[in-house]
C-alpha cells in the first residue's frame, strides 16, 4: 500500500503533505496530554513489531501485501498514539527507500489517519455491540480483527481513487487494486487477532479497549467508591 | 526504562522479531517482490514504474536477502528507540 515518489502527480503530493503534516501535529499533541511512563517501553515494542510485520510481505498471486496494522494500534493505544507510531514507521521506511519522502503524506493520510479514525471508530461499535453477548476479552478479540479487515479494503478504496489523478487510469483500476487488499485484508484480520491475542493475553491494560473497563471494573468493586469521587478513585489505583 | 522491563519484555521481543524477519527474508518465504502487486496493477494499467528514484539508506549494502535482512534488523532497532524517545518524552511532558 506503500506509494512511492514520482508516480502521481507533485500537486497530489503537495496537497496530502498539508493536510496531513498538520494533523500529525495535532496528534503528538493530543499524545502529550495523557500518557502513563511505565507503558512507553511497550509502545517501542509495538512500533517495532510493526515494522516488523510490514517487512515481511506474504504471497497473494500474482501479488503480495503486508500488515499494515492501524486497527491493532488504533484499538490498543488510541487513534492518536496510532497515527503517531505509523507516522514513524512510514518515516523509516521513507528512509529505506519503501515508500516516499514526498509520497510520506500520501502514504501517512491513507495508512495513519484513515486507518486509525476508521479502524477505532468500527472497532469500538463492533466491540460495543459484541460485549452485550460476550465478555470484553472476546468482544475486542472478535472485533478488531473484523474492523481491520474492513479498513484495509476501505484504504484500498480510497488509495485507488487517488491513484485515479494519474492520467490514464480508469475506474476499473480502483476495482482491481480495492479486489486484491480484499485478499490482503484477509491476512490483515488474521495477523491482527494473532497479535491482539497475544496483548490480550499478556499486558490487557495495554489494550485501550480493556484498560478502560478494567479501570471502571476495579472502581466498582473498590470499596471507596461510594465516598470518592470518579478521578480521585483512579488516583487511588494508580498508587496501589 | 526499567532494567526489569528491558529484559524481560523490550529485548526478548526484539530478538525474536530480528530473527522471524532474518529466517523469512533469507530463506525466502516471504513474497521477494515487495509491494509488486502495485506495480504488476501498474504496468497492467500501462503506467511504468519511475526510475532512477532514491534507493533507501542501506543500498550500499547492495542487494539481495542477507543485506534485505541486516537493513531490517537495524530498521527494528530505530523505531523501537524512536518511538521509546517519543513516548518517554511525551509521557513527562503530561506529568
Known sequence: ????????????????????????????????????????????????????????????????????GTTLLAVMLGPWAAMVIIALVLFVQALYGDGGILAFGLNFFNMGILGAILGWSISLVLFKGLRRFRDDKSAVLMSTPVAA??????????LGLELLAIPGLG?????VITAIHAIIAVGEGILTFVILLYFVRAKPKL?????????????????????????????????K | MERDTFLKVVLPTVVLLIAITSVLIVTGLASENPDGFEWALFEWAGVEEPSGSYGGLFTFLGSGPVADAIAGGIG???????????????????E
Open chain 1, 149 to 158: 479487515f474492513i479498513v484495509t479494503i476501505m484504504m484500498a478504496f480510497v
Open chain 1, 207 to 239: 489494550v485501550s479497549f480493556l484498560s478502560e473497563s478494567i479501570a471502571s471494573k476495579t472502581i466498582r468493586e473498590s470499596p471507596l467508591k461510594k465516598e470518592m469521587p470518579l478521578e480521585e478513585m483512579s488516583v487511588v489505583e494508580e498508587a
Open chain 2, 76 to 94: 527494528i532497532i530505530i523505531v523501537l528507540l524512536l518511538a521509546y524517545v517519543f513516548f518517554r518524552y511525551s509521557s513527562r511532558n503530561s
Open chain 1, 171 to 175: 475506474f476499473e483500476f480502483v476495482i
Open chain 1, 1 to 68: 500500500m506503500h506509494v512511492p515518489d514520482g508516480v502521481l502527480p507533485l500537486w497530489v503530493y503537495i496537497l496530502f503533505l498539508v493536510v496531513s503534516i498538520p494533523t500529525l501535529g495535532f496528534a503528538i499533541r493530543k499524545v502529550n496530554r495523557r500518557f502513563d511512563e511505565r507503558l512507553t517501553p511497550y509502545m517501542g515494542v509495538l512500533a517495532a513489531v510493526i515494522f516488523a510485520a510490514q517487512l515481511v510481505n506474504f504471497p497473494v498471486p500474482p501479488a503480495s501485501g503486508h500488515l499494515v
